[in-house]
């Protein structure tokens, strides 16, 4: 199901930015996501989405984004493709995305993009006036194999795709990388899709990769986890069972191993393993525009 809502507040802002991406304020345009990774942690109870396949468009978005951010008086990172992606199919029709940004770009605010979606190339020029100021597309890819891929996160550009799109980004200028999270444990933690990840990013042009070696396991998330791997991979939910029991954090085998390679691998190619973030000059207030 897929409707529209009029949502009361659009930028969520934090006391200081977060400590991952530098993000001060995030910025949902959507609830619901049509890529449908097996492993969301969107799902989970805290984030009260009753049906994660409904998708509800936040139709008044531009007008509250437009009057929210007159009123900022501190410049901050703004986040995008925390609890949805802003480039799910839909946003091709939609293009609420496509529209913020062009005033994120009008009110020269620095802004974190996070997808699986090759359709960021559509806002290729704003992306590149925003990053004037600052901006960053973070494409998560969790691993090198195409079909995998499509097992894991069925709603979203091919792997390839999104590593093209990282390609054409870079060789425009702007600050481009990998989130390279989850890594899912029988699944995607070897060796070998660790150094894939890493040399095609290389390839395409990553300035840095941030990684996490595991995943997290909660409530619904994880009944939901659970079933796609009967479907997927029968056998191992007995697994996952028997290593994890009932907690929250599922760490990669070999996670140590696993990061000390990641870390040899991205030094070898000069990939920063840290977000390099926005930096505003001491004291910044914002200019009345
Ligand atoms: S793209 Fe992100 S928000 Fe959407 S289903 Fe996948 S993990 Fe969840």
New binding site residues.
């Given amino acids: 199901m897929i409707k529209e809502i009029q949502a009361k507040v659009l930028l969520s802002s934090a006391r200081r930015p977060d400590p991952w991406f530098g993000i001060k304020y995030t910025m949902n345009l959507y609830r619901g996501?049509?890529?449908?990774?097996i492993?969301?942690?969107?799902?989970s109870e805290c984030y009260q989405i009753e049906n994660?396949a409904d998708i509800l468009i936040k139709a008044n978005a531009i007008d509250l984004l437009r009057k929210e951010l007159a009123r900022k008086r501190i410049k901050g990172t703004i986040g995008a493709?925390?609890?949805?992606?802003p480039y799910?199919p839909l946003e091709a029709r939609v293009n609420l995305t496509g529209r913020a940004l062009s005033i994120i770009a009008e009110f020269r605010f620095p802004v974190h993009v996070?997808?699986?979606s090759a359709l960021v190339l559509r806002d290729l020029d704003t992306l590149r006036e925003i990053s004037r100021e600052y901006a960053a597309v973070s494409f998560?890819v969790t691993t090198a194999d195409d079909a995998l891929g499509k097992k894991l996160?069925p709603?979203?550009s091919l792997v390839s795709e999104r590593f093209r799109a990282m390609q054409v980004l870079a060789s425009n200028g702007v600050l481009t990388g990998v989130t390279m999270m989850p890594i899912l444990p029988f699944i995607e933690d070897t060796q070998e899709n660790i150094t894939q990840i890493v040399t095609r990013a290389h390839e395409c042009g990553a300035a840095y990769i941030l990684p996490a070696f595991g995943m997290t396991l909660r409530d619904r998330q994880r009944a939901y986890y659970y079933d796609k791997l009967d479907e997927l991979f029968p056998g191992l939910r007995r697994k996952y069972k028997e290593r994890f029991g009932e907690r929250y954090s599922a760490s990669a085998l070999d996670a140590n191993k696993l990061d000390k390679l990641f870390h040899e691998w991205c030094a070898r190619y000069g990939i920063a393993t840290r977000m390099p973030m926005y930096a505003p000059a001491m004291g910044t207030q914002m200019r009345l525009l």
């Fill in positions: 996501c049509q890529h449908q990774c492993y969301c942690d969107s799902r994660f493709g925390s609890m949805n992606d799910m996070i997808t699986k998560t996160e709603g979203a």
